[in-house]
């Protein structure tokens, strides 16, 4: 009986012991996992250390970034120089975006609208014509101002009339035909470097040469490198002197290019260097590998189909 107590606490005292050796291996095998090359590997120090540079990157990209605090107004030299020479001549207008382009031509408005006399405000695109309606309108009230585009009128015997260039070319072609004259003493053609567009470059060429002499062109510009070339044809076609106002320097107001990531996560488009962000080329790397592993499988699916149904085919 003693024996076979004995011998029925053994099998307990072997599993405890068992037991207590394997826990003694899991514990060393985890040590020699986390101490493994392959562990470091997983987390290597690197990671953590460009994660660290990105976040300062990102910190210095949006530094600085919000409203400036509020201070009284004052023209720039080129914008009271631009305003004085319309009195008398067309003016074409290059400076950096940002730097007031659109306040000349605000003032300008402003000056004929109380004198009684009307404008046209031109732009290639439907969106900037809606934004400008709008601002135009907050600025002059609702009354005094129109819009003229492909898929909206509004108020369209307004004194000041917001369009898309080709609508105001579209009524200089009408009044030729009619016989009558356009209604207006200023013409903005805003983003005036369309001119050398391949497809609508004809609508601003055709915008200047049609328009009256007695009209006067206020041209807008950020992009334009040869601006007195430009000057001297408007002046050969139109036969009204076209001076050139020019700001020089950079933009006031710098652009900072940052990336989106599919996440939501935001980076510096750019290194130090000027160079693109190398995170944002490994990421660009990784989606193009991706992508041909999945026109690969893609493929091969498409030859299994077909040589599968080949063969039963020939089967039949």
Not at 115 to 138: D, H, I, M, V
Request: aromatic share 6%; charged share 35%.
């Amino acid at each position: 009986m003693a024996r076979r107590r004995v011998n029925n606490r053994r099998p307990e005292r072997d599993e405890k012991r068992q037991n207590e050796r394997s826990e003694g291996g899991r514990h060393k095998s985890a040590d020699r996992r986390s101490k493994s090359p392959r562990a470091e590997r997983a987390e290597p120090p690197s990671t953590q250390g460009r994660a660290r540079a990105m976040t300062r990157e990102l910190r210095r990209l949006l530094e600085g970034i919000g409203q400036p605090a509020p201070a009284p107004f004052k023209p720039d030299p080129f914008q009271l120089e631009a305003l004085a020479a319309l009195e008398y001549e067309d003016v074409l207008v290059t400076a950096p975006t940002g730097s007031g382009k659109t306040w000349i031509a605000r003032e300008e408005i402003r000056r004929l609208l109380a004198a009684g006399r009307r404008a046209w405000y031109t732009s290639p695109l439907k969106a900037l014509t809606n934004s400008k309606y709008t601002e135009f309108s907050a600025e002059f009230g609702v009354e005094q101002v129109g819009i003229l585009t492909g898929d909206r009128k509004e108020n369209a015997d307004a004194p000041l009339i917001v369009g898309t260039t080709e609508i105001y070319r579209n009524q200089l072609f009408d009044s030729l035909r009619s016989g009558t004259n356009i209604r207006a003493d200023l013409v903005v053609l805003d983003e005036a470097h369309y001119l050398a567009d391949e497809d609508r470059g004809h609508v601003w060429e055709e915008a200047i040469i049609l328009s009256p002499k007695r009209i006067r062109l206020l041209l807008l510009s950020a992009t334009i490198g040869n601006a007195e070339e430009f000057a001297a044809w408007m002046e050969e076609v139109r036969g009204v002197r076209c001076g050139v106002v020019a700001r020089p320097g950079a933009r006031p107001v710098p652009l900072r290019a940052a990336f989106l990531y599919p996440d939501g996560g935001l980076a510096p488009l750019l290194d130090e260097r000027g160079g693109l962000n190398p995170e944002i080329t490994r990421l660009m790397e990784r989606e193009r590998t991706a992508r041909r592993e999945r026109d690969e499988r893609r493929q091969g699916g498409r030859t299994w189909r077909s040589r599968r149904g080949g063969g039963g085919g020939g089967a039949r």
